[in-house]
């Protein structure tokens, strides 16, 4: 980013080409979750939204602290104003006031685990698991059709890993996660369930933000929008979940 975005911290400090202040420090506060953002080794985090948020931090002359945390643990914190950001969360998911990034950059893209002797050969839409048992996950914000959908058993799993084990166990007839939900498996398993095409659907996970990091915001923003109009947005949904940003934004939501 080569527009240094003016930002406002704790009500006072004003942030600038020639701020103040040096260096000051933004937090945000994230479960891990790869390729979007995650812990490393050798470095604050990496993934997709740990480098945009990076550069325009850069560019505001900030420096990131990374703290992760459960998402449930990271509210509290935020409701306790020890955080600045939230990766991710919508506006129910955040503090009064804060705001949410608006352009398409993260997103939860799902797609059917089924067993490998499944008849199902591929997706064809929801009714394909009417009266079938669906492992699901409570705490996860699945796209408003499948809420919507009642005539399935819901089977509740306390995450993805345990449902895709019942999947293995035939104690459930389908998983609704992304295409990374397998590689947790032992190897020797991962032939034991397959992904259906086309994906089912997807959840837009914004980054939310305090008041007072408004222009902040735009700078993830605008970020997220070159990535998308210089293709680099849908080489990395190619590459990692095998669909273009434009089947991603028109799947169900």
């Known amino acids: 980013m080569k527009t240094i975005f003016a930002a406002m911290f704790g009500g006072s400090l004003w942030l600038s080409a020639g701020g103040a202040a040096a260096n000051p420090v933004v937090s945000v506060c994230a479960e891990p979750w790869a390729p979007f953002i995650d812990s490393a080794p050798d470095q604050p985090a990496i ?5 945009v948020i990076n550069r325009v ?7 990131v602290k990374y703290i992760f945390k459960s998402a449930g643990a990271c509210l509290r914190l935020a409701r306790q104003g020890q955080v600045d950001m939230l990766a991710f969360a919508g506006a129910a998911d955040s503090p009064a006031g804060w705001v949410q990034t608006r352009q398409p950059l993260v997103y939860w893209v799902l797609g059917a685990w089924v067993a490998t002797g499944s008849p199902q050969q591929a997706f064809t839409g929801l009714e394909a698991f009417s009266q079938q048992r669906v492992g699901w996950v409570s705490a996860y914000d699945y796209p408003v059709a499948l809420k919507r959908k009642q005539d399935w058993q819901r089977v509740d799993v306390i995450d993805t890993a345990r449902g895709m084990r019942m999947l293995l166990g035939g104690r459930v007839d389908v998983v609704f996660d992304d295409g990374l939900a397998g590689s947790n498996l032992p190897p020797a398993m991962r032939d034991k369930v397959r992904l259906l095409k086309p994906l089912v659907g997807s959840v837009s996970q914004p980054i939310s933000l305090r008041p007072g990091l408004f222009a902040l915001r735009e700078g993830i923003d605008a970020e997220a929008e070159l990535l998308r109009k210089n293709g680099q947005l849908d080489d990395f949904y190619q590459h990692y979940f095998d669909n273009s940003i434009h089947q991603v934004l028109h799947s169900l939501h």
């Open 47 to 51: 993934g997709l939204a740990a480098d």
């Open 57 to 63: 931090a850069e560019a505001n002359k900030l420096r």
